[in-house]
């Protein structure tokens, strides 16, 4: 398997098969898939704008790899547990979290506190790499349960050279953990290449620890669906891992502080722009009248009205008040939290004394 | 049941045996910890009695057994983590650090971590490179993280059933050099102070001696030496290094108006510089001498042949309890 991996959409929007992944998805289905990533690039747009205005502090904008997120995330059922990287907005989305929620951490008014069990949705991860452990060890524990259930990892392509994600493969591999792998290959981790990150295609790095890797086209929603789907029925039935890697594209910058015009030509975003994840889904319901331009009109709005919602939420947010900086630290008393409580409250006390 | 003799490693095995049968959530983790019962023997026979589910040999790989045991934490586990010797653990400080640390508190305390990581630590055993160190400090300036080691059975018994309680993430030091140490546990007397109490092993009059894990008999016996000079020491196992018994100290000194803290650990930028930096701010007027620190000097660990020279023995606290006098 090389080149843009496995394919059922072409960018022209042409539905193709292939021997080992089909796809049976209705009218309703494909506007729904089609919904999701509009919904997501306006939502990530308005992150943007958001910290350009000040608003927030950072945005990883996930411009391009709308396909990737959505496609996977809808093979889950409802049981099923993510772990999510820090661009996963379209995940987070379709998980059900609540936008502002998620835009408190960019927001600089929390880390990102959301409960991981009310979607199944854990926190998103800075530190690269790590949340794949995390998902390891909770896929462990989905097996000792006996649950059924499945656990989606998130991590991008300049992760699998952390030895992290290694021993996590590893872990996952002895373990017969049901976990599927997921890597978003952008090709780029920040100003680093693929070449610069590995030798083989990233899917190939499965074979070494002797769990299927497979590539599929990141920017085919309808082919990212399927390998997801067959994927995670792999880890279900207790078959072990399965890594999935979605060839796709960053098309905006790492985030709103870097600019890739020092490292990348405009020739390579442009190639990738005529792969767009949205415009060939559009292009198909068009052309087989599965959707109208009341559709995309309605989907437009819709977008519109997630964007006024999400800029006046963050705009009213309040701050966190200072004495929050010593709760949940610890779950149980802790004499040096307790101390530096009350000797902060004192030291606030005594401007207001002050007045 | 009445108290029973035990090495402090049987202690450790006795917890671990009675914390699997009481709560099925609770794991025990590491390398080499079933079949072989851990290369120091404190999980023997667990895997036999508890089956691979619950005893489970990991691959070689400290992050990723750290890391994993987060992930079954999520999942409602309890994991009890061995790191096989206190050189180890390394590979997984950075999912100590960056993840169990600070999980607990980013997530605003919705999530809880209930994990042990257990570090036979410490040196004095004649070992090759990477088998004798004590990187508590490097523990204790985290927040988030609870630090605690014992210094005989029965608190080795008693405080690790307590971190395993605990829904706290703690690191659990244990005395390797002091695994055969006996001592009375008794393993129905469940009215235990908490482990982030410090206890007073010997009370004196003369010079407070803190110390916690294996420096603590070290202490005991420096304290037995000075009696016969005429001075009364008393000497303080802290147990608890994350948070230190600030408390208990304190209300020492007061008494003593001289403190000497000793730890295997480097002098600089360890534990006693923060107990005497606290007991200086807190006792200033108590104190008839300047706090004193006992501890191996900024160098790594040496080869065997000259631990002995490295670690603080008997007669570098008494040296310090002289200099403590001296004022
Ligand atoms: C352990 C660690 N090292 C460095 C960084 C800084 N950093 C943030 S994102 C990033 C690149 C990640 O690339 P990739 O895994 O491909 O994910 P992408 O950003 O492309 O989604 C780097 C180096 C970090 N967050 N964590
Ligand atoms: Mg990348």
Redesign the interface.
């Known amino acids: 398997m090389s080149g843009d991996g496995i394919r059922l959409l072409t960018p022209e929007g042409e539905r193709v098969t292939h021997p080992e992944y089909g796809l049976d998805a209705g009218p309703e289905e494909l506007r729904a898939l089609y919904r999701d990533m509009a919904l997501a690039r306006r939502f990530d747009a308005e992150g943007v704008t958001l910290q350009r205005q000040g608003e927030l502090g950072l945005w990883p904008s996930l411009l391009g790899q709308e396909a990737a997120q959505v496609g996977s995330v809808r093979a889950l059922a409802d049981g099923d547990h993510v772990f999510p990287s820090y661009r996963e907005h379209a995940v987070a989305l379709c998980r059900g979290l609540d936008p502002l929620v998620l835009l408190r951490l960019f927001r600089g008014v929390?880390?990102?506190?959301?409960?991981?069990d009310a979607h199944g949705f854990?926190?998103y991860?800075l530190?690269i790499g790590?949340q794949?452990?995390?998902?390891?060890?909770?896929?462990?524990?989905?097996a000792?349960?006996g649950s059924d259930a499945a656990v989606l990892a998130y991590f991008g392509d300049g992760a699998t050279s952390q030895?992290?994600v290694a021993?996590?493969f590893?872990?996952a591999a002895?373990y017969d953990a049901p976990v599927v792998f997921f890597c978003q290959n952008n090709q780029w981790a920040i100003s680093e290449p693929n070449a610069r990150q590995t030798r083989v295609p990233l899917h190939q790095r499965a074979q070494g620890y002797g769990f299927p890797g497979v590539r599929v086209d990141g920017n085919d929603v309808l082919a990212v669906l399927a390998v997801t789907r067959a994927a995670l029925e792999h880890v279900r039935s207790g078959r072990g891992p399965f890594l999935v890697e979605a060839f796709t594209y960053r098309m905006g910058a790492h985030t709103t502080s870097d600019d890739p015009t020092r490292y990348r030509d405009s020739a390579e975003v442009e190639s990738w722009r005529a792969k767009d994840p949205l415009l060939r889904l559009e292009r198909l319901l068009r052309r087989e009248e599965l959707a109208d331009d009341a559709f995309f009109a309605e989907v437009t709005a819709e977008g519109e009205a997630l964007a006024v919602r999400v800029r006046e939420g963050v705009r009213s947010m309040p701050s966190p008040a200072p004495e929050e900086l010593f709760?949940?630290?610890?779950?149980?008393a802790?004499?040096?939290?307790d101390?530096e409580r009350a000797e902060f409250a004192a030291y606030q006390a005594s401007f207001a004394e002050e007045g | 049941m009445a108290a029973t003799p035990m090495t402090l490693l049987t202690a450790l095995n006795t917890a671990l045996r009675d914390v699997l049968a009481d709560d099925p959530k609770t794991l025990v983790m590491g390398e080499d910890v079933g079949r072989l019962g851990g290369v120091f023997r404190v999980t023997e026979g667990l895997q036999k009695d508890f089956g691979e589910d619950r005893v489970m040999d990991t691959p070689l790989a400290e992050s990723g057994i750290v890391g994993t045991a987060i992930g079954l934490a999520l999942r409602g586990y309890r994991p009890v983590v061995e790191i096989q010797f206190d050189g180890f653990v390394f590979p997984g400080y950075d999912q100590i650090v960056t993840q169990l640390a600070k999980m607990p508190a980013r997530s605003r305390g919705l999530i809880r971590l209930p994990i042990v990581i257990r570090i036979p630590y410490g040196g004095g055993i004649g070992a090759v490179e990477h088998h004798s160190e004590s990187p508590e400090a490097l523990f204790a300036h985290v927040a988030g993280l609870r630090v605690m080691s014992p210094s005989n059975p029965s608190d080795a018994y008693w405080m690790l059933r307590q971190a395993v309680q605990s829904d706290d993430p703690v690191i659990f030091f244990e005395p390797k050099r002091r695994y055969y140490d006996k001592g009375e546990v008794d393993t129905t007397a469940s009215d235990q102070p908490p482990a982030h109490r410090a206890r007073v092993v010997r009370p004196g009059t003369d010079l407070t001696l803190a110390a916690y894990g294996p420096m603590v008999r070290t202490c005991l016996d420096a304290a037995a030496v000075a009696a016969e000079e005429g001075r009364q020491l008393e000497v303080v196992d802290l147990r608890s290094i994350s948070p230190v018994d600030f408390d208990t100290v304190r209300e020492s000194v007061r008494r003593t108006g001289r403190l000497v803290v000793a730890h295997e650990a480097p002098v600089f930028f360890g534990a006693g510089a923060e107990i005497a930096a606290h007991v200086t701010e807190h006792c200033f007027y108590h104190l008839s001498a300047p706090v004193l620190r006992v501890g191996a000097y900024h160098s790594p660990y040496p080869p065997s042949r000259l631990e002995d020279e490295y670690l603080p023995g008997i007669d570098r606290v008494l040296d310090a309890v002289d200099r403590a006098f001296a004022h």
């Open positions: 929390d880390h990102g506190a959301w409960d991981p854990h926190l991860t530190v790590s794949t452990l995390h998902a390891t060890g909770y896929a462990c524990g989905v000792k349960d030895g992290d021993e996590a590893n872990f002895v709760d949940h630290v610890y779950a149980e802790h004499g040096e939290v101390r």
